[in-house]
Every structure is written in C-alpha cells, then in structure tokens.
C-alpha cells in the first residue's frame, strides 16, 4: 500500500514540475526536473526495498520527501519571482578572460598531471613492495603508515589539495571547450580528467569516475536550453560536435568505472559478473545510504558522534582549516594557537566503521545529504540547510543566466553535482569540493578587483 501511494504522489509531482519547470525554464532538460526523477527514481527502491534492507522508519521516509519541497521553495524566492521566466537570448557569455589566464592554467594542468602520476607511481612501488595491492596499501597507510613511504604520512591533504585544483582546471577548461573555438582546451580538458582520475586511483579508488560522470551530465543540463535559444552558441556546438563528444565521455567514464570495479574483485572465485558489480555498486553507493542514514538515527547510533562543535556539514571547509592551514602548514605553532582537533578526524572512525543495514549487508561509505546536517542542528537545521542550498542555487542560476562567465558557470556546474550527489552525500564534506570552492572565490574576487582598479 505505501509504495502504491508512493508512485501516486511521484506521477502526480513530476506532472506538476514537468510543466511548470518547462515554462520557467523553457525546456524540460532543467535542473529541478530532473533532479526530481532522480531524487523519486532512488527513493521508489528504497520504499519497495528488494534487497530486503532492515525497513525505513516512518519519520526518516517523511524527511526523504523534504528536498522536493524545501530545496525548491528557496529556488523558487530567488529566481521565479524575481524572472518570472527565462531568457536564455539575452544571456552574455563571457570569455574575455581566456587569454590572460591560459598560459598559467596550462602550467598548473602539466604540473598537476606530472604530480599525480608520480603519487600513483609511488603506490604502485610501495603497494609491490609490500606484496599488496593497491586497495590495500590505503589500509595500511591509515593504520600502519610506518611501513610505507614518508609522503604517504600526509597523503590525504596532498590529495585534497591536489584534487581541488584539479577540480577548478576541469571547470575551468570545459567552460572554454564549450564556448570558446580553441580546440586547446579539449586536450586541456582531457589531461584534467585524466589528472582526477590518477588521483583517485592511487589509493584504489572509484571516486574520480562519478564525479565527471555528474560533471559531463550537468553540462548537457546547463547547455541544452542555451543551445536551443542561442544561435551563436548552437552554431558552436554543431559545428565542433560537443554534444557527441560529451556523449563519447561518458560512454568512456562509465566503461572504466565498471572495468575498475571488476578489477577491484577480482579474487580466488574467478571472474566476476559485471552485471552483478553494477547493481552491488548502486546499492552501496546510493541506495544504501538512505538505509544507513535511517539506522543511525532509528538505533540512536548516532548519538556515538561526539562532535566538540558546529561545522560538520560544512567538513570540508572546516578540514581545509583545521588539517590544512593551522596542521599542515603550521599556522597553529606560528600563531601560538593550540591544536585544534579538525571534526573529520572525531567523526571519521565512527563514519568509516559504518552501519548495518541489514542482517547480512553492512555499509561504510555514504549516509545521504541529511546526516551531517542532522548532526549538526537535528531536523530544525536540516530544513534550514535545505532552504539555504535552494537560495545559494537560485542566486547562482540568476547570475549566470544575465552573464555566464567561468566563474558562474563553475559554480553553477558544482550546485547541479551537488544536487545529482544529494542522494549520496553532502558534497560540503569533501575537501577537495571546498578547496576548488575557495580558488573559485579568490579568483573571482581577484578578477572584480582588477577590473576595478582599471576603471578608476
């Protein structure tokens, strides 16, 4: 009977945004619509849970439905009543700043590649070494870090660091492979994803592979309704293929992820079914956290986390402080300040160390957007934090639809990631996210003070 209701209140709320997100946004490839199907397409094997999960509480299955009402009432206070409707016409697409900055960007997309296969390049040694694979050498560099090399002692801040400009250099080239000729910037694009993926695969990861699976899908949201009504940009993607390469893209991205995910288990039982892997992988990574997140909250587990202060749905941020600046750096010493303990390091084990979902299925890897809000301010500032992401995307969504520049256009490519991962994550809690954030800010920070400063 629930899940009868529940494709009931589905139909009827994708009827609903499908027109009226088609009359705001004059198409129905929008963010709100799809995100919509995405959002209800997981939450229906959730509610009809054929793995046999231990079953969702009533009060956590209330909250799944929140998003589709909170993030868009705050979208809505920002955008509709503020454009009424989309003009995609009259939108200026901004690539003044291309020359100045490609030769440095260049540098750092050499220097960044370079860097990451000398990591990977170090595991591999180290992971041979120790006769272990590489999936291995992550464990033993978190838990017996004096058997490998001295720079793994500090790999994850490397990597975060790493990550995040990698991050901003793949924004930053496939706003210029889309809208400037160059063809530069297609290798330039193709040597940062490369560049992510290295990373990942150095402590025997998945990651990179999602993240520019939701890169280049949110580029075919963002552009679809600018290539219908701007006959510049449409002569652009047409006369240069972007739409086929893209599609090539993720064909590509999803094919490794598969090929990793057979590697990574591959044992003493043979060859696995890929088929298998593929809906194993969903589970764990995306249906499974709704079921953890209900866990924790249902068995009181979550009272474990003992947390000394606010900011764990904004981990991310709080890490590049905490480990990078006052740690990393040493600005606590230089400061006089005494070590403050970053809120990664007092949730992670707990984290880490998952939760039964089931009697047989235990997950470790994602507790959906709700929990690290949850942890910080219960379900009062889930509803606050869900009204707050919906403003932050509206006011994004507003800048770049009057003046798309690469730094609205980053922006706006990182709120469609965070929405498309919302049934993961919390994209807040990752370092890297944060740390291609701050560079976002800074340089466009930088960029309004020398126009500034030239005006004057």
């Known amino acids: ?51 046999n999960f231990y079953p969702i509480s009533t009060e956590s299955l209330a909250l799944f439905y929140s998003p589709l009402v909170l993030i868009i009432i705050g979208f809505s206070c920002t955008v509709f009543i503020a454009e009424k409707k989309i003009r995609f016409k009259r939108i200026n697409i901004d690539i003044t700043a291309l020359a100045r900055s490609s030769n440095i960007i260049r540098v750092i997309i050499y220097s960044n590649l ?38 793994f002692e500090r790999i994850s801040a490397i990597i975060w660091f790493g990550e995040g400009i990698n991050l901003y250099t793949v924004f930053y080239c496939y706003y210029y492979f889309l809208f400037s000729k160059n063809i530069e910037h297609e290798l330039n694009l193709a040597l940062s994803s490369i560049t992510l993926i290295l ?15 939701f890169i280049f899908l949110s580029s075919f949201i963002i552009t679809k309704p600018i290539y219908d009504y701007n006959d510049t940009f449409k002569e652009t993607i047409q006369n240069r293929k972007i739409f086929k390469k893209v599609s090539f893209s993720l064909i590509i991205f999803a094919l490794l992820l598969v090929v990793v ?16 892997l593929v809906i194993d992988y969903y589970i764990k990574y995306f249906t499974g956290p709704f079921f953890a997140y209900d ?15 606010f900011g764990v749905s904004l981990l991310g ?18 400061l006089g300040l005494n070590e403050i303990q970053s809120l990664l390091s007092q949730s992670s084990y707990l984290m ?12 470790n890897a994602f507790y959906t957007i709700f929990f690290t809000p949850y942890l910080d301010g219960g379900y009062l500032y889930i509803i606050i934090f869900l009204l707050f992401l919906g403003i932050i995307y509206g006011n994004i969504y507003r800048k770049a639809i009057s003046n798309l520049s690469m730094h609205n256009f980053s922006f706006l490519m990182m709120s469609h990631i965070f929405a498309i991962d919302s049934v993961r994550t919390n994209s807040f809690q990752s370092p890297s996210f944060a740390i291609c954030i701050t560079i976002l800010l800074a340089t466009k920070l930088s960029t309004k003070f020398r126009i500034k400063s030239k005006s004057r």
Not at 22 to 43: D, E, Q, V
Not at 115 to 127: E, V, Y
Not at 296 to 304: A, C, D, G, K
Request: glycine residues 6%; contains cysteine; neutral net charge.
């Open 199 to 213: 990373y990942t695969l150095s402590l025997g990861g998945r990651g990179a592979f999602v993240t520019l699976i």
């Open 114 to 151: 370079s860097f990451s296969c000398l990591i990977i390049t170090l595991s591999l040694l180290d992971a041979y070494r120790l006769g272990i694979d590489i999936q291995e050498l992550r464990n033993t560099i978190y838990f017996a870090p004096n058997l490998v090399n001295p720079i």
């Open 352 to 363: 880490h160390g998952g939760i039964q979902i089931s009697n047989d299925y235990r997950t």
């Open 317 to 334: 941020f709080d890490t590049i402080i905490t480990s990078g600046l006052l740690r990393f750096l040493g600005l606590s010493q230089f």
């Open 295 to 309: 866990q924790f909250i249902s068995t009181n587990s979550v009272e474990l986390f003992q947390l000394d202060r």
């Open 1 to 51: 009977m629930l899940f009868l209701i529940h494709i009931l209140i589905s139909i009827s709320y994708l009827f609903v945004t499908y027109h009226f997100s088609k009359f705001i946004f004059r198409t129905w490839l929008n963010l709100w619509f799809i995100y919509s199907i995405w959002w209800l397409f997981n939450l229906t094997f959730v509610i009809y849970n054929p793995f």
């Open 261 to 276: 995910t057979v590697l990574r288990s591959l044992g003493n039982e043979g060859f696995p079914n890929p088929f298998t």
